[in-house]
């Protein structure tokens, strides 16, 4: 998604390289979308990937409603034959109903996308953001393959319902903004149309507030010998999900990727654990519109 100029300004020539240093590392799981920079993103991901395809795992998703909640809904059929074109791909591994719409049954959504992978134009069914309910509820219209929600140590919602729902039925878990849209990684937010700068987290006083907690992850970093990005996605690999993280740059990558060698021992996840408690973070974790999309923050048990 940060390379299509979300998170600050990204470089199409500079993306391409950091994708294919990712296959050359051995990553083979890519997560794009029909929303990222408004079909940009699916079309660098298909320019980095043509002959190099083999062996790697690309997932999309759609929305609905993308011109809003008066326009009329595009049909996932369509959004699957769009993104296949931009891709130019002619299978994509998995797609997501990238959120659920408020006024279509997720058991429609989900059956359409069940008879695209019947007939071959994708591999796997996913949803993303949906409730417990809505995961029940799709997995019983047709299997699911994937959920794709944030999770990371400051947004632990999952952890009530939502993950032991998917993990009941064996619905695999994609854990998305995993370093905290960055805040986790100790990221600064420079460029003026950074979308983050209309994100409650990151106004001053929820980093001011969020911020005294970033410094445990920094001592359990110096501790291990790693830094606060790796310790981060060392917790959420230790959970037994996937995490995608997203970056422009090649020695983020490279860094992020060691994470899978560091062993989180339980000592420290715990304290991470009481650093981060479930639901304490300052800030919502989108603006007001986005937020009604996205299931409603739970209440620990
Ligand atoms: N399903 C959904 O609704 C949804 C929503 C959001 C995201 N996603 C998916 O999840 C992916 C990742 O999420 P995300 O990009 O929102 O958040 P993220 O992975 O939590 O964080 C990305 C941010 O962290 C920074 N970063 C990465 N590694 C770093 C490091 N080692 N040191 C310092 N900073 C580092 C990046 O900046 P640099 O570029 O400078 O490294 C970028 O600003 C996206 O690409 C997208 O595919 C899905």
Redesign the pocket.
């Known amino acids: 998604?940060?390379l299509s100029s979300v998170?600050?300004r990204a470089e199409d020539e500079a993306s391409i390289k950091t994708l294919h240093r990712a296959i050359d590392l051995g990553i083979t799981f890519f997560?794009?979308?029909t929303g990222y920079g408004s079909g940009h993103n699916e079309a660098l991901l298909g320019r980095a990937l043509r002959d190099r395809r083999d062996g790697l795992v690309v997932a999309s998703?759609f929305i609905h409603r993308p011109h809003g909640s008066d326009a009329p809904p595009i049909r996932a059929r369509d959004a699957v034959e769009a993104s296949l074109k931009r891709l130019g791909l002619d299978h994509i591994d998995l797609y997501y109903l990238?959120r659920v719409d408020p006024s279509i049954p997720i058991e429609e959504s989900v059956g359409e996308l069940g008879r695209l992978q019947g007939e071959g134009k994708i591999g796997g069914v996913g949803v993303?953001?949906a409730s417990a309910d809505g995961l029940r509820r799709a997995h019983g219209v047709h299997p699911l393959t994937a959920l794709?929600s944030?999770y990371?140590l400051w947004t632990r919602d999952v952890e009530v319902e939502i993950l032991p729902t998917a993990r009941e039925l064996g619905i695999g878990f994609v854990a998305?903004?995993?370093?905290?849209?960055?805040f986790l990684?100790?990221?600064q937010v420079v460029d003026a149309d950074d979308r983050r700068h209309v994100h409650p987290r990151f106004k001053p006083e929820a980093v001011a507030a969020n911020g005294r907690r970033r410094e445990v992850i920094a001592a359990v970093a110096q501790r291990l010998g790693a830094?606060t990005?790796q310790v981060s996605l060392a917790w959420v690999l230790s959970k037994g999900v996937v995490p995608?993280?997203?970056?422009?740059?090649i020695a983020?990558l490279e860094?992020?990727w060691a994470a899978n060698d560091l062993a989180l021992d339980a000592a420290s996840a715990a304290e991470l654990e009481a650093a981060f408690p479930l639901g304490s973070t300052v800030g919502e974790r989108y603006p007001a519109e986005q937020l009604k999309l996205v299931p409603a923050q739970p209440v620990a048990a």
């Not at 998305?176 to 960055?182: A, E, Q, T, V």
């Not at 995608?244 to 740059?249: E, K, L, N």
């Open positions: 998604m940060g998170y600050g997560d794009t979308a998703k990238h993303s953001e794709q944030e990371s998305y903004s995993p370093l905290g849209r960055g990684a100790g990221s830094t990005a995608i993280p997203g970056t422009r740059h983020h860094a992020n």
